[in-house]
């Protein structure tokens, strides 16, 4: 029962992400976080790229959420995904 429900969160997510793709024309097998950055001055996070760090990363998203000149940065590779700790260790590192 448990893994049933873990799957079907799984794809309710990936839908949620699909949806959120098409209207941002993103690839949305883009679900692994590898980075934050600091956008260029004038730049700043795009709504799409929140709404999808909140769904698909959430912990991270929470240390970022008030800091809109921060963005997420996604890949289609799992073996690209980054920890909580690994992301911020470098944007700090970085800044």
Do not use: W
């Not at 993103?26 to 769904?55: M, Q, T, W």
């Not at 929470?62 to 799992?78: A, G, M, Q, T």
Request: with cysteine.
């Amino acid at each position: 029962m448990i893994l049933f429900q873990l799957k079907y969160l799984n794809h309710k997510k990936k839908a949620k992400v699909a949806s959120l793709s098409k209207s941002n024309s993103e690839d949305p097998n883009k679900i692994y976080c590898f980075a934050v950055k600091r956008n260029a001055k004038s730049s700043k996070r795009s709504e799409f790229n929140g709404n999808k760090a909140h769904l698909l990363r959430s912990s991270l998203f929470e240390k970022y959420k008030d800091d809109n000149s921060i963005s997420f940065y996604f890949s289609n590779n799992k073996e690209d995904e980054r920890t909580d700790s690994e992301i911020m260790q470098s944007f700090s590192q970085n800044h």
